[in-house]
């Protein structure tokens, strides 16, 4: 069940004070009957809504969740004073969600970042217990190594001492400058910070997969779609 005031807001882009004045001057029906009070509650799966007239079509979805290809030179954050956001280009489209990035890639880095508004869900992504699988794309500025291979398998220890958990790294071209990483946690800078062990910098970074679901090849830097049920039942059995 919902409140009618919350359910327009939905549907329509309304603030939920718009929608109480737009319910308390008659403009809303339920079921054929206007309906003058916003606490109203209704149940949004079968309930006939219109707004003056026409009918709000479309089920109520509780969350929403994003596949977007982040391009170079945006952040991922809700929101930011001087750089666009990850969820700057989604907003006109979700103006009364409350979206925020399931896990960060930098600003210099590209590839699948998901945006959702469930909560629950992105600390099942990112919570350390659950070692959910995310693979990377990345060009280093010197070949690969054995040492580096072995090194991410057993568990690379940083500079400051703090030791990784396993991770994969295969090349993937033959001169070795171009990898894939297979990372099952997530630590502030990573991958730079691993490769940087044996010396090696990283020049860049995309990331292809999370949790088993690819980034569609279709879209293009900065493009986004909604995921299909098929996608989102597979993050939710992350567990």
Not at 190 to 215: C, D, P, T, W
């Amino acid at each position: 069940m919902m409140r009618l005031d919350k359910y327009l807001a939905e549907r329509t882009g309304m603030t939920r004070s718009e929608s109480r004045k737009a319910v308390t001057k008659g403009r809303v029906s339920i079921d054929g009957a206007v309906c003058r009070k916003a606490d109203t509650q209704l149940d949004e799966h079968t309930a006939a809504v219109a707004l003056d007239g026409v009918p709000l079509a479309g089920a109520y979805r509780k969350f929403v969740y994003i596949m977007l290809n982040k391009p170079e030179g945006v952040v991922s954050a809700s929101r930011d004073k001087k750089d666009t956001t990850v969820v700057d280009l989604v907003a006109a489209d979700f103006p009364r969600r409350e979206l925020f990035p399931a896990g960060r890639l930098d600003k210099t880095s590209t590839g699948f970042v998901l945006l959702t508004d469930d909560g629950a869900l992105a600390h099942d992504i990112l919570s350390p217990a659950h070692h959910v699988e995310k693979q990377y794309v990345v060009t280093l500025d010197t070949p690969l190594t054995d040492a580096m291979r072995r090194g991410f398998a057993a568990g690379v220890t940083l500079t400051d001492g703090e030791t990784m958990a396993p991770a994969g790294v295969e090349p993937l071209t033959d001169d070795g400058l171009t990898v894939q990483v297979t990372l099952r946690q997530g630590v502030y800078h990573q991958i730079k910070r691993m490769f940087g062990v044996y010396a090696a910098g990283v020049n860049a970074l995309h990331r292809e997969s999370i949790g088993g679901v690819a980034l569609d090849p279709a879209l293009a830097p900065g493009q986004w779609r909604e995921l299909t049920a098929e996608e989102v039942e597979r993050l939710q059995n992350v567990k």
